[in-house]
């Protein structure tokens, strides 16, 4: 699929960060694998660009993973407007002493949920649902002091991560989508992950996974993702890209296609020694409660 493609990362309309260090060609000088994934933009997708949903779905089934294009899509201005300032937000919030995140620790969720701030093995998290946003409305009574004064660009970040999302789930197939009504109950959510590299490559942990649920969009600053391209047999890091996310096919997903699409195997890692402290935005579409629960997930 790589040498078929014809828009792949040098794709010059799309760029890395200025750092020479960080470059693609850097990366691959250096002898580390760079996926050359396609690019799919969205605003196609909301056009019902036929092309354009061809390559999505020979993508979601070859590999399960692709970078996703917001560029004058309908959401440019609420996803990517309020990024900086939603990085910045779940930042501070992470720089706060322990006992302050601790109080958000979550007592009232199954042991499947990651709602609230959870500490594990080498990074820590907050994750709110999108259920939960309905339920502040404009209070945001649930969420930590930290996080209220920027309120509204995050509900409108999560809003325009969530019609993102079904974009791409309708456009696979609307037989997908019924499991995903507006209105009925699910663990979609937003989550911010502060993930730091460590000093040595040698002492990085493994975490090789799939994700569960329908789909994962995944924004990103550092060369970390390290996913397994199925098509062509081999492990290679995905380039942060400025103005796309990251989208893989979810367990739930490729459940609900008979297995005609693809939940890529992937980990958090890094692709040389040094540590630094990484943040990771992520939105997890999941299906709907009842489907949930009938499928034993």
């Not at 996926?35 to 019902?48: D, G, N, R, T």
């Amino acid at each position: 699929m790589e040498e078929a493609l014809h828009r792949v990362l040098h794709n010059s309309r799309f760029e890395m960060s200025s750092n020479p260090s960080e470059s693609i060609e850097y990366m691959e000088s250096h002898g580390i694998p760079v996926a050359h994934i396609p690019i799919i933009s969205l605003a196609k997708l909301e056009a019902k660009d036929q092309g354009e949903i061809s390559l999505l779905r020979d993508t979601a089934s070859a590999i399960g993973l692709f970078l996703l294009s917001f560029r004058g899509a309908t959401q440019e201005e609420s996803v990517l407007s309020h990024l900086p300032e939603v990085y910045a937000a779940y930042e501070k919030y992470f720089h706060q002493p322990t006992e302050a995140k601790a109080k958000d620790i979550r007592l009232d969720i199954k042991a499947s949920q990651d709602l609230g701030w959870k500490k594990g093995r080498g990074g820590e998290s907050f994750e709110f649902s999108r259920d939960e946003v309905a339920l502040w409305a404009d209070t945001n009574s649930g969420l930590p002091q930290a996080l209220r004064e920027q309120w509204n660009r995050i509900s409108e970040f999560s809003s325009g991560c969530d019609d993102t999302c079904l974009t791409m789930l309708n456009s696979l197939s609307t037989d997908f989508a019924v499991h995903h009504r507006t209105g009925q109950p699910s663990d979609t959510g937003l989550k911010a992950v502060l993930h730091p590299s460590v000093a040595k490559l040698s002492e990085v942990g493994e975490t090789l996974h799939t994700d569960g649920g329908t789909m994962t969009l995944l924004f990103y600053m550092d060369w970390s993702i390290h996913a397994f391209l199925s098509d062509a047999e081999r492990w290679a890091f995905i380039p942060p890209l400025e103005g796309c996310a990251l989208i893989n096919v979810g367990d739930s997903l490729q459940k609900m296609s008979g297995g005609e699409l693809h939940s890529p195997a992937h980990r958090v890692t890094q692709p040389f020694d040094g540590a630094k402290k990484r943040y990771y935005l992520s939105y997890y579409l999941r299906p709907e409660t009842a489907w949930a629960e009938h499928h034993g997930e």
